[in-house]
């Protein structure tokens, strides 16, 4: 590398001149191929370790979600079993006819109606705790029409026969009239039983269709 050299004769009563050289080196800032090299790959080194983290931590969460995923399906299934369960027993054994005048006996539904989310199946859960067939029409907003049905025929029967009169003695616009209020009687109560029907079956479908839905999700 070149130098730059100054060289200075001082007068001095020594015996031999004295004689400084004073050299200052010239700087060139010239960096070879290696170092841009290792300046690279330095720089990829660490993109690398940036995008193999934000790899890694994408690969847990879709592993996560994978599992959750399963998880969810497994458990849309089993809760579709026990829905199936209940249409069935709704379709072969006339559960509803039975849920009308013993609504008590859907108790032995209660330890798979736990297994569902509260939010399904309302109806189905009261009537569990229920005993008696007005209870249910209660319930259903039937009761009072009921009662009114089945007073209305019981006081025609009672004034059809006042004085000892039998069936038998009433006259054909009687024995019409009394038929007429038993049929509004039945018709009241026929419509009751399909409303019970109605909700328990509606309820069960509801629940059954979120969960094949959400296949699609």
Same mark, same amino acid.
């Given at each position: 590398?070149?130098?730059?050299?100054?060289?200075l004769?001082?007068t001095?009563?020594?015996?031999?001149?004295?004689?400084?050289?004073?050299?200052?080196?010239?700087?060139?800032?010239? &960096?070879?191929?290696?170092?841009?090299?290792? /300046? #690279?790959?330095?720089?990829?080194?660490v993109g #690398?370790?940036?995008?193999?983290?934000i790899?890694? $931590?994408?690969?847990?969460?879709?592993? &996560?979600? #994978?599992?959750?995923?399963?998880?969810?399906?497994?458990?849309?299934?089993?809760e =579709?079993?026990?829905?199936?369960?209940?249409?069935?027993?709704l379709?072969?054994?006339?559960?509803? !006819?039975?849920?009308?005048?013993?609504? $008590?006996?859907l108790?032995?539904y209660?330890?798979?109606?736990?297994?569902?989310?509260?939010?399904?199946?309302?109806?189905w859960? !009261? =009537? *569990?705790?229920?005993?008696?067939?007005?209870?249910?029409?209660? =319930? *259903?907003g039937?009761?009072?029409?009921? !009662?009114?049905?089945?007073?209305?025929?019981?006081?025609?029967? #009672?004034?059809?026969?006042?004085?000892?009169?039998? /069936?038998?003695?009433?006259?054909?616009?009687?024995?019409? !009239?009394?038929?007429?209020?038993?049929?509004?009687?039945?018709?009241?109560?026929?419509?009751?039983?399909?409303? *019970?029907?109605?909700?328990?079956?509606?309820?069960?479908?509801?629940?059954?269709?979120?969960?094949?839905?959400?296949?699609d999700?």
């Amino acid at each position: 590398m070149p130098e730059v050299a100054v060289s200075l004769w001082i007068t001095s009563p020594l015996p031999y001149p004295a004689s400084v050289i004073l050299s200052a080196p010239e700087v060139d800032v010239i &960096k070879d191929w290696l170092d841009y090299t290792n /300046l #690279a790959f330095g720089t990829l080194g660490v993109g #690398a370790t940036i995008a193999a983290l934000i790899f890694a $931590g994408r690969a847990q969460g879709d592993a &996560k979600k #994978a599992r959750l995923s399963v998880s969810l399906e497994r458990r849309r299934q089993f809760e =579709l079993e026990i829905l199936r369960s209940f249409m069935e027993d709704l379709d072969e054994d006339g559960l509803h !006819q039975v849920v009308v005048d013993k609504p $008590g006996i859907l108790r032995r539904y209660e330890s798979r109606l736990r297994l569902l989310p509260e939010k399904d199946l309302p109806f189905w859960r !009261q =009537l *569990v705790g229920l005993s008696w067939r007005d209870e249910v029409s209660a =319930l *259903v907003g039937f009761k009072d029409v009921i !009662q009114k049905a089945s007073q209305d025929y019981n006081t025609y029967v #009672a004034t059809a026969t006042a004085g000892g009169r039998s /069936l038998s003695e009433l006259s054909v616009a009687e024995s019409l !009239q009394m038929q007429i209020l038993a049929e509004e009687m039945t018709v009241v109560n026929r419509r009751f039983e399909g409303a *019970v029907r109605d909700r328990l079956v509606v309820e069960l479908l509801d629940a059954i269709k979120v969960r094949v839905e959400a296949v699609d999700d």
